[in-house]
Protein backbone atom coordinates (compact mmCIF):
# COMPACT_ATOMS: atom_id res chain seq x y z
CA UNK A 1 0.00 0.00 0.00
CA UNK A 2 1.39 3.21 -0.81
CA UNK A 3 0.02 5.99 1.42
CA UNK A 4 0.22 9.79 0.98
CA UNK A 5 -0.87 12.29 4.11
CA UNK A 6 -1.45 15.82 3.17
CA UNK A 7 -3.38 18.41 4.82
CA UNK A 8 -1.29 19.86 7.01
CA UNK A 9 -0.35 23.59 7.67
CA UNK A 10 -0.17 26.37 9.98
CA UNK A 11 -3.13 27.16 12.24
CA UNK A 12 -3.88 29.40 14.94
CA UNK A 13 -4.74 27.78 18.51
CA UNK A 14 -8.35 26.81 18.57
CA UNK A 15 -8.61 26.22 15.07
CA UNK A 16 -9.40 23.48 12.80
CA UNK A 17 -7.50 21.24 10.10
CA UNK A 18 -8.89 18.51 8.39
CA UNK A 19 -5.83 15.59 7.18
CA UNK A 20 -6.48 12.89 4.37
CA UNK A 21 -4.17 9.51 3.83
CA UNK A 22 -4.96 8.23 0.26
CA UNK A 23 -4.40 4.91 -0.44
CA UNK A 24 -2.80 2.86 -3.29
CA UNK A 25 -2.06 -0.07 -4.59
CA UNK A 26 -3.36 -3.08 -2.55
CA UNK A 27 -6.96 -3.31 -0.76
CA UNK A 28 -7.47 -0.65 1.35
CA UNK A 29 -9.88 -2.55 3.39
CA UNK A 30 -7.74 -5.08 4.00
CA UNK A 31 -5.84 -2.93 6.60
CA UNK A 32 -6.82 -1.28 9.93
CA UNK A 33 -5.62 2.98 9.86
CA UNK A 34 -3.84 5.05 12.25
CA UNK A 35 -2.39 8.61 12.60
CA UNK A 36 0.78 9.08 14.51
CA UNK A 37 2.28 12.46 15.70
CA UNK A 38 5.84 13.19 15.66
CA UNK A 39 6.84 16.93 17.50
CA UNK A 40 10.63 17.75 17.20
CA UNK A 41 13.03 16.04 19.43
CA UNK A 42 10.07 13.60 20.31
CA UNK A 43 9.09 9.40 19.78
CA UNK A 44 6.16 9.18 17.49
CA UNK A 45 3.15 8.65 18.99
CA UNK A 46 -0.02 6.74 18.28
CA UNK A 47 -2.91 9.40 17.65
CA UNK A 48 -6.27 7.50 16.83
CA UNK A 49 -6.84 4.18 14.66
CA UNK A 50 -9.92 2.81 13.12
CA UNK A 51 -10.48 -0.21 11.92
CA UNK A 52 -11.53 -1.84 8.32
CA UNK A 53 -14.96 -1.02 8.54
CA UNK A 54 -14.73 2.06 10.34
CA UNK A 55 -16.87 0.42 12.99
CA UNK A 56 -14.51 0.96 15.89
CA UNK A 57 -12.21 3.95 17.12
CA UNK A 58 -9.18 4.60 19.34
CA UNK A 59 -8.19 8.06 20.47
CA UNK A 60 -5.17 9.19 22.77
CA UNK A 61 -6.45 10.89 25.73
CA UNK A 62 -5.02 13.46 24.36
CA UNK A 63 -6.86 14.40 21.36
CA UNK A 64 -10.48 12.41 23.31
CA UNK A 65 -13.42 15.02 22.23
CA UNK A 66 -11.58 16.83 20.03
CA UNK A 67 -9.95 14.96 16.99
CA UNK A 68 -11.79 12.86 15.01
CA UNK A 69 -11.30 9.91 12.73
CA UNK A 70 -13.08 8.52 9.21
CA UNK A 71 -12.15 6.30 6.64
CA UNK A 72 -14.06 5.87 3.01
CA UNK A 73 -13.03 2.85 1.94
CA UNK A 74 -14.59 3.18 -1.53
CA UNK A 75 -12.63 6.41 -2.04
CA UNK A 76 -9.17 4.56 -0.74
CA UNK A 77 -8.95 7.38 2.33
CA UNK A 78 -8.63 7.96 5.80
CA UNK A 79 -9.20 11.50 7.72
CA UNK A 80 -8.69 13.22 10.81
CA UNK A 81 -10.33 16.19 11.59
CA UNK A 82 -8.61 18.35 14.22
CA UNK A 83 -10.65 20.82 16.18
CA UNK A 84 -10.04 23.15 19.23
CA UNK A 85 -6.14 22.51 17.90
CA UNK A 86 -3.78 23.19 20.96
CA UNK A 87 0.04 24.62 20.31
CA UNK A 88 1.02 21.20 22.08
CA UNK A 89 -0.77 19.38 18.58
CA UNK A 90 2.21 20.84 16.79
CA UNK A 91 4.13 17.62 14.73
CA UNK A 92 4.47 16.06 11.90
CA UNK A 93 1.42 13.53 11.11
CA UNK A 94 1.48 10.25 9.60
CA UNK A 95 -0.46 7.17 8.37
CA UNK A 96 -0.34 4.21 8.89
CA UNK A 97 -2.01 1.00 7.46
CA UNK A 98 -1.92 -2.30 10.24
CA UNK A 99 -2.99 -5.61 8.38
CA UNK A 100 -6.38 -7.36 9.31
CA UNK A 101 -4.45 -10.15 10.01
CA UNK A 102 -3.00 -8.78 12.89
CA UNK A 103 -4.83 -9.76 16.09
CA UNK A 104 -5.30 -5.88 17.47
CA UNK A 105 -6.64 -3.18 14.89
CA UNK A 106 -4.16 -0.85 17.34
CA UNK A 107 -1.00 -0.62 18.31
CA UNK A 108 1.23 1.96 19.92
CA UNK A 109 4.31 0.45 18.39
CA UNK A 110 5.63 1.97 15.09
CA UNK A 111 7.27 -1.39 14.21
CA UNK A 112 3.58 -2.97 14.16
CA UNK A 113 2.41 -1.04 11.32
CA UNK A 114 3.08 -2.22 7.50
CA UNK A 115 3.00 0.68 5.81
CA UNK A 116 3.68 4.22 6.01
CA UNK A 117 2.55 7.76 4.59
CA UNK A 118 5.76 10.52 4.37
CA UNK A 119 4.11 12.67 6.98
CA UNK A 120 2.55 16.21 6.82
CA UNK A 121 3.20 18.76 9.30
CA UNK A 122 0.91 20.57 11.29
CA UNK A 123 1.59 24.15 13.08
CA UNK A 124 -0.72 25.25 15.95
CA UNK A 125 0.51 29.28 16.77
CA UNK A 126 -0.35 30.06 20.04
Known amino acids: VQLQAFGGGLVQAGGSLRLSCAAS????????MGWFRQAPGKERDLVTAITWSGGSTYYADSVKGRFTISRDNAKNTVYLQMNSLKPEDTAVYYC????????????????????WGQGTLVTVSS
Open 96 to 115: AARSVVRKTYYSGLINEYDY
Open 25 to 32: GRTFSNYH
